[in-house]
């Protein structure tokens, strides 16, 4: 459900000063004036738009089963999100089901909002059974594709839809204006709920059973059993431009997407723009987001071809098994005949541990960085850090045996060797009552306690430390951070995703990373914006950004396995010294805990 409620349209003032019957030229000319001068700001002012998301438990089949499954409005996945750069959105969450739900809006900035943020003991409380909450958040600076999943546990196995973000009125797009847009998100699908299945790994301590399959906008398609009638097909007319706006909402798994016969043009990843650059092949992490173009081939007379759109994992760790199969859509040329008579048109992907070609590939992202599209880059650091990521153990309960690397132990993950523990109230509002005692700590290791040969041998102790540790930011401090991947469990590649913020790209490689040679070869003119990067597996990546927004922010791996054992931290943004650089104030409907 959307309601909008915009300026009045400029025409409004003329039409109702023609039906009067009193007035005089003078007036008219005033009034013509008047619109004249507010014609800028009519133009800029942005639309407030209004959605209710009631969760509710809905029975869906997929792969010959029926299950019922969390939903918001009955759909899945979910409703879409439309909405303009500038544009206010405000969106009712009412929880219809037994488990706890809060609704996080994946890369939004949320620029003072943060009680809007949406991860559970983060930003907020988790909206129980029968409340609701309502987020209120404006969309500034950012246009493209970003997507809303549910932030507690692994509820975003269902709870999940796109966030399609125009640009402002009368702005063009950096690329040939698409014929038409469409969302194209990945996900999962678990035949078993996907919250049992996390706790029962997190009992033994070994890894969780993997998805049945993948799908496109909820659908496996026709390489799964029992599901060709379950499968997204894509009408498009010979000769026009198509925006696809890809979306990994799945949980676990990095993919590979490509289309038969088709090249595809990356133009813009986490609501940002890039320089356009030509691929076959699309790699898409889960958190990320990629808009590419897709010219349709002209009505030339060739044979006629049913043209497969495929995506199937990038795997690159050791630990446990994961989901190898492929999910399928078709591109379908309009008009479709007989698509039994048509041959069939296979693209070719990436073998599932092909490292070289994700480094590769997140080499060409670039931002555009132009006057309309600058990349504000921070030059000079204030805060350096440098953090260990990936996985290690933690002891077994003396009375169970585990299924971890051994019986003994059972699989954790950290940053700098911290695990997270998460805390039972929500860290946003101890920060913002200054009642942080017995909630969080604000001893978050700037670098790792031990240094090691992180991407070599791996260290005889392998257990982790557990606490709720934050990182403490003065207003606009301009950070630096450098992820490093471990070898402890097996080197694997590692999304990791900043809540509020974008950040920029600024260095990657392979092996560990050396801070008396590494810096020189930084980019600094114009590299990708993201909110969301793939640490290399066995290698690092370098980030920067201005700490720019108050608040607390969560920062952590968005493979939701390593999450829930522990690859987690905050930061804390302390409010600068003006009143727009400052936390708003909670909302009155803030759920308790």
Known sequence: MIRARTAPPICQASALQTDQSVGTMGAHLLVLLGTLLLLPQLLLAGTTRYYTFNVTMQKVTRLCTTRAIPTVNGKFPGPKILTREGDRVVVKVVNNVKHNVTIHWHGVRQLRTGWSDGPAYITQCPIQ???????????????????????????????YGPIVILPKLGVPFPFPKPYRDVPVVFGEWFNADPEAIIAQALQTGGGPNVSEAYTINGLPGPLYNCSSKDTFKLKVQPGMWYLLRLINAALNDELFFSIANHTLTVVDVDAAYVKPFDTDVVLVTPGQTTNVLLLAKPDDGSPAATHLMLARPYATGRVGTYDNTTVAAILEYAPAGHIKNRPLLWPTLPVFNDTAFAANYSARLRSLATPDYPARVPMRVDRPFFFTVGLGTTPCPTYQGCNGPTNDTKFSASMNNVSFNMPTTALLKAHYDGNTAGVYTSDFPATPSEPFNYTGTPPNNTNVSNGTKVAVLPYNTSVEVVLQDTSIQGAESHPLHLHGYDFFVVGQGVGNYDPSSHPAGFNLLDPVQRNTVGVPAGGWVAIRFFADNPGVWFMHCHLEVHTSWGLKMAWVVNDGPLPDQKLMPPPSDLPKC
């Open 129 to 159: 059974t029968g409340q609701s909450y309502v987020y209120n958040f404006t969309v500034t600076g950012q246009r493209g594709t970003l997507f809303w999943h549910a932030h507690v546990s692994w509820m975003r196995a269902t709870l």
